[in-house]
């Protein structure tokens, strides 16, 4: 009961923080959109993100962990596939990755005031129920690769609430690797479970996360029709690492 309490507290002070450190980050991307080449202007939202998230996430008591951010190449762009728990890994997932990035993101979220600015400059919008949506979001991710940008790509599609450690994965990702001939870099984030409750609304709890990249996967030579024997490599080699590393969630 007095847990509860203190949660619902602690969930309140988490969204008006966040509230209230997002308008700076809003204004920034305005005016890099405003006055600003492409170029700059990805790197600023990259570098907003990074700076809010590295304020925010320690201000809630959920600091975030990097590890293996060694296996990035400068130079060189990745499709980054990431696991899915809860809406907590959004703040933890895009600036994360070192360097500018675009995720397929939910449509809704844009509508919100604000944020859902902020949303749309690091995301390819998609209305996930609509199939002429999720086919006109793979031209974009394409063009977003061919421009050097990264993609974070949660390929469960969404939250996973199996009681797997991954659930099944849909092609897309790695269709868009293969297509662009990027390599892959599979990351997974781990204790986001413990912030968010499954089934209770407005409650939160701090728990530290980490965020660990695992080495590349390349996609050289590889064609459409070898979509499904990448994706289940994928599938495996982070299902593996999850369960080697459970004791983090």
């Not at 990097?66 to 703040?91: C, M, Q, S, W």
């Not at 968010?196 to 709890?205: C, E, G, N, R, S």
């Not at 064609?223 to 499904?228: A, G, L, P, Q, S």
């Amino acid at each position: 009961m007095i847990k509860d309490i203190i949660a619902r507290i602690y969930f309140i002070y988490g969204m008006l923080l966040f509230a209230i450190t997002m308008i700076p980050v809003a204004l920034v991307i305005f005016l890099f959109k405003t006055f600003a080449s492409e170029a700059a202007f990805s790197k600023a939202v990259q570098t907003s993100f990074q700076v809010w998230m590295g304020i925010y996430m320690p201000l809630i008591f959920c600091p975030v962990k990097h590890f293996g951010r060694e296996y990035f190449i400068k130079g060189k762009n990745y499709v980054v596939t990431l696991n899915h728990n809860t809406l907590a890994d959004v703040p933890v997932s895009s600036p994360g990755i070192p360097g500018p990035n675009r995720t397929l993101a939910k449509v809704e979220m844009a509508s919100i005031p604000i944020f859902g600015y902020i949303y749309k400059a690091g995301s390819i919008l998609v209305t996930r129920q609509d199939a002429q949506s999720r086919k006109d979001s793979f031209p974009k991710m394409i063009e977003a690769l061919n421009k050097g940008l990264h993609l974070c790509l949660f390929p469960e599609g969404t939250r996973n609430k199996t009681s797997e450690p991954l659930a099944r994965f849909y092609d897309g990702a790695f269709k868009v690797a293969i297509e662009a001939q990027k390599p892959i870099i599979p990351g997974l984030i781990f204790g986001t479970k413990k912030i968010l409750h499954p089934t209770k609304k407005f409650w939160a709890w701090p728990h530290k996360v980490q965020f660990h990249f695992l080495p590349e996967i390349s996609t050289t030579g590889l064609e459409i029709k070898d979509t499904e024997m990448l994706k289940q490599k994928v599938h495996s080699l982070m299902k593996d690492y999850f369960l080697a590393h459970n004791h983090l969630n």
